[in-house]
T-cell receptor
Framework: GAGVSQSPRYKVTKRGQDVALRCDPI?????LYWYRQALGQGPEFLTY????????KSGLPNDRFSAERPEGSISTLTIQRTEQRDSAMYRC???????????FGPGTRLLVL | DQQVKQNSPSLSVQEGRISILNCDYT??????FLWYKKYPAEGPTFLIS?????DKNEDGRFTVFLNKSAKHLSLHIVPSQPGDSAVYFC????????????FGTGTRLQVFP
């Protein structure tokens, strides 16, 4: 079956613009996670959802970052007033339920000029 | 503060030999550990996991060893194959927040003929 998909795969934006990154999890997966990965680093936890409920957003760097999953399936990570330091690979993962293996998408590479 | 550490950024092994990738952690609340493999331009894929109640878990050519007293785990690949060439991430999850994976910085394995 289809894996986790993310769009766009690449996003170049100017500083100060808002961006919205989309994640389409594996069908039936209850839990959805967002990570950020800098070059040469491992994925860094941002936030996660069970169904539509955001369970933990402790990893979001500041209030410019927000995420939603209104119908418990597709999720959007929004970064407002982007800054150059926001440039990174943003990865989404999903799992059947808590504690189960997380399946990662290919990521969205964001470049803020 | 890097709670999961992979001190070797790269490892080169001859085909047919054993590859040993190491991971150290500092948080004694971690009780579930995973290894992910990542090929270029793809998201990380789950490889093998181990719970803190075990000290070894084996799956085909892959074995993960956990030494809780030393807060150390290792991934053994034997025999190594050229297709194993990838970046390997160690990840850990605390018992009081099993949805949160903390990743190491990764080790790039190169298996040469």
């Amino acid at each position: 079956g289809a894996g986790v998909s993310q769009s766009p795969r690449y996003k170049v934006t100017k500083r100060g613009q808002d961006v919205a990154l989309r994640c389409d999890p594996i069908s039936g997966h209850v839990s959805l996670y967002w990570y950020r990965q800098a070059l040469g680093q491992g994925p860094e936890f941002l936030t996660y959802f069970n169904y539509e409920a955001q369970q933990d957003k402790s990893g979001l760097p500041n209030d410019r970052f927000s995420a939603e999953r209104p119908e418990g399936s597709i999720s959007t990570l929004t970064i407002q007033r982007t800054e150059q330091r926001d440039s990174a690979m943003y990865r989404c993962a999903s799992s059947l339920d808590r504690v189960w293996t997380q399946y990662f998408g290919p990521g969205t590479r964001l470049l803020v000029l | 503060d890097q709670q999961v550490k992979q001190n070797s950024p790269s490892l080169s092994v001859q085909e047919g030999r054993i590859s040993i990738l190491n991971c150290d952690y500092t948080n004694s609340m971690f009780d579930y550990f995973l290894w992910y493999k990542k090929y270029p331009a793809e998201g990380p894929t789950f490889l093998i996991s181990i719970s803190s109640i075990k000290d070894k878990n084996e799956d085909g050519r892959f074995t993960v060893f956990l030494n809780k007293s030393a807060k150390h785990l290792s991934l053994h690949i034997v025999p190594s194959q050229p297709g194993d060439s990838a970046v390997y991430f160690c990840a850990a999850s605390p018992f009081n927040n099993t949805d949160k994976l903390i990743f190491g910085t990764g080790t790039r394995l190169q298996v040469f003929p």
